[in-house]
């Protein structure tokens, strides 16, 4: 049995390659579990085991199944936002009021001063979904496929 | 199951340590041979995937030679 270890974000940060902002984001959603002792935030090496199988299956539903471009996806350059909003698309459902099309399926707002973009149909309610036209195209899609199954 | 010298490798890495094109290795990831995670959108290959990545030349289906499989990589 290998004992427990508790990595810095800067360390785990550096074990992914990615930015110190992907981790704590991760850590705030509750995606990746931590400690925090006395202020200092701690990753247990279990919780990191645990989140490498998330991402996992977030790369076999998107890349395997959801026929997102690998390519693509990994070199486009996208806001820290964007991240958020890619990764908010992957954990969580969509609102009732977007899975209904009647709000945006990233920034949940009304269309009532927008214009939209329609996504295709929920798989469940068979609504046609939407997307304000300023958000980025491809953003939108991965967050309808994986809120809803959206279909085009 | 990765241990705590699993190391999370970017796309361009596992293409340099074959010496193969990263388009290669995107194709590997989208067909399922290679297991990669998604992390804000970025690809990352952990480094244990790597131990079954690829078959042995020589066991190559329906008799094909390594060279002719080569081949039909090539071309496709």
């Known amino acids: ?152 | 199951m990765q241990d705590d010298r699993t190391r999370m490798l970017r796309v361009k890495a596992v293409a340099e340590m074959f010496d193969v094109s990263a388009a290669t290795i995107y194709r590997a990831i989208r067909s399922g041979q290679l297991d990669a995670l998604r992390i804000g959108g970025s690809v990352r290959v952990p480094s244990d995937a790597l131990k079954v990545f690829g078959e042995p030349a020589f066991t190559t289906p329906l008799g094909r030679t390594a060279a002719s499989a080569e081949q039909a990589e090539v071309t496709r």
């Open chain 1, 1 to 152: 049995m290998m004992a427990e270890r508790y990595l810095r974000v800067q360390a785990v940060a550096e074990l992914f390659e990615v930015s110190k902002a992907t981790i704590y984001r991760a850590i705030s959603s509750g995606r990746l579990d931590a400690l925090r002792i006395s202020g200092a935030v701690r990753v247990p090496s279990e919780a990191l085991r645990a989140f490498v199988n998330e991402c996992g299956e977030y790369a076999y539903r998107a890349y395997v199944v959801g026929g997102v471009s690998p390519e693509t996806d990994d070199q486009t350059p996208r806001s820290e936002a964007e991240r958020a909003a890619i990764e908010a698309g992957e954990s969580a459902a969509l609102s009732d009021a977007a899975a209904d099309g009647r709000a945006c399926v990233v920034c949940g707002s009304d269309f009532t001063d927008t214009v939209s973009v329609p996504l295709g149909h929920c798989a469940e309610s068979g609504s046609q979904v939407f997307a304000c036209s300023t958000h980025p195209a491809q953003l939108a899609a991965h967050i309808a496929w994986y809120g809803l199954g959206v279909t085009a």
